[in-house]
């Protein structure tokens, strides 16, 4: 037993070593760090069970499975989101350039063109012809150009032909669901997904223009498994107010949709609840 001794003595010596390493080590990262580490060992994405949601216009049923937040700096160097099966074809730009104009100092300089604007372009004012030639003259001094931040969200979804909606029809467009931004139980921004769908069966010229969202079931009870995508431009700060992101079904406009609150709605999912895609 004596003999044991001195490697007990030093095995409790290595284990009191180890732990002043990792509380060292703990204290010396950030407190977003540690929140980081917390949320990433205590979510069980693994027991995730998304729900279905019925979109009765389109007759087809939603189930949410993951998603995916791209910024735009990341998303022409990416490689998981295939060029071919974006609207447009291509990888969206990383630096989207818009044009902005200051109407309000154009108003302020110009009261006539201010009458025009609160008139809601009333003709014995301005003509629409008078407009185009003033807009010609002026507008290059109080515009500019610059980029404006944009998210990429790709949604991993299961949608079933379940019959019957507006359209009888088994060709479905399948993009109807909303991505929203939230601040507290204010809705900030909201956005259909008009980007990316990876199972498309239209893809040439008109069609492809006109229908790339829409999928041709052949019976009910059919489903598909895709990812749909779309952007989201912030220009107006949005993003920095967002306190949560949701995927779901906004409600028809009228009392309703004043008392809306996604976090509390069977048709909405939030993304924190969701699996992120590998």
Known sequence: MKKKLPVIVAALALVGLVAAVIAIERKSKTPMDRYMETTQTTKQTDNYIPAKIIDNDGGLQYEFLSYDLIDDKDIETQAKYKAEYFYDGKLPPSDYIVKKVDYDAMARDFPKFDEYRKSYCDESIMTEAECEEFMREHEAEYSWEEHVKT?????????????????????????????LIMNGNKMVGSANPTCYFDHPQNTEGEERRKH???????????????????????DNDRFSEATGYYVGFLPSVGSDFDQFNPALDVRCVALKDMPKEP
């Not at 998210?151 to 060709?171: H, M």
């Not at 479905?172 to 909303?178: C, E, G, L, P, R």
């Not at 790339?212 to 912030?234: A, T």
């Open 151 to 179: 998210k990429y969200y790709f949604i991993r979804c299961r949608i079933t032909y379940i019959g019957g909606g507006i359209n009888e029809s088994n060709e479905k467009w399948v993009s109807t669901f909303d991505f």
């Open 212 to 234: 790339y969202f829409v999928y041709k079931f052949e019976k009910v009870g059919d489903s598909i498994e895709c990812i749909i995508g779309g952007r989201l431009r912030d």
